[in-house]
């Protein structure tokens, strides 16, 4: 089944536990990206990649960061994580193409105490 | 400025009515894709529909329609024959062809639709 996995789906921490959320995807898509949606704010795009070690910033990147090392995988890491960056998190991949759809995986919640 | 603008925090719809949820778009590229997302309470994302900037006719998934409206910039989703199970958040999505890699959401609607 083609799909977007990331885990965990939920998670608890504590104010500077660093701590990564995996993104997988089996659909070969070249293009894959990070947003964190937020009451009211819809979501943000925090990073995206065009491709196998290339990557770029979103609107929301501080405190952030990502690679990708290989074309499946496109893992977030939090260094230092805030309460100010407990939110919904949501990896989506799609093919280069500006004319397809994201598909998401199903979001990690993410809390910071 | 806000790429994608979304208007209505919230809308009510009688069941078995037809609903339209709003969207605006700012973009200064002749490229571009326009998408909604509908994302029911248990959280997940669902994609419903696109609309190329190229395109002639008004697409179609179902009972999903998308006004497009070029010169207004505007492309407004809309439900015919409401269902319960289209209570739900529901977000728009641009994303440009030439000027960028990114994807703009807006801040979505909360539709519910009352039996």
């Known amino acids: 089944e083609a799909q977007v996995t990331q885990n965990p789906r939920y998670l608890i921490t504590v104010t500077g536990k660093k701590l990564t959320v995996t993104c997988s995807q089996n659909m070969n898509h070249e293009y894959m990206s990070w947003y964190r949606q937020d009451p009211g704010l819809g979501l943000r795009q925090i990073y995206y990649?065009?491709?196998?070690?290339?990557?770029d910033k979103g609107d929301v990147p501080e405190g952030y960061k990502v690679s990708r090392k290989e074309k499946r995988n496109f893992p977030l890491i939090l260094e230092s994580p805030s309460p100010n960056q407990t939110s919904l998190y949501f990896c989506?991949?799609?093919?280069?193409?500006?004319?397809?759809?994201?598909?998401f995986g199903n979001g990690t919640r993410l809390t910071v105490t | 400025a806000q790429k994608i603008t979304q208007t209505q925090p919230g809308m009510f719809v009688q069941e078995k009515e037809a609903v339209t949820l709003d969207c605006t778009y700012d973009?200064?590229?002749?490229?571009?894709?326009l998408f909604w997302y509908k994302q029911p309470s248990s959280g997940e994302m669902i994609f419903l529909i696109y609309q190329g900037s190229y395109d002639e006719q008004n697409a179609t998934e179902g009972r999903y329609s998308l006004n497009f409206q070029k010169a207004r910039k505007s492309a407004n989703l809309v439900i015919s024959a409401s269902q319960l199970g289209d209570s739900a958040m529901y977000f728009c999505?641009?994303?440009?062809?030439?000027?960028?890699?990114?994807?703009?959401f807006g801040t979505g609607t909360s539709l519910t639709v009352i039996p």
């Open positions: 999505a641009m994303r440009e062809a030439n000027t960028g890699n990114q994807f703009y």
């Open positions: 973009t200064s590229d002749q490229s571009y894709g």
């Open positions: 990649s065009m491709n196998v070690e290339v990557t």
């Open positions: 989506a991949s799609t093919p280069s193409i500006y004319n397809s759809p994201l598909h």
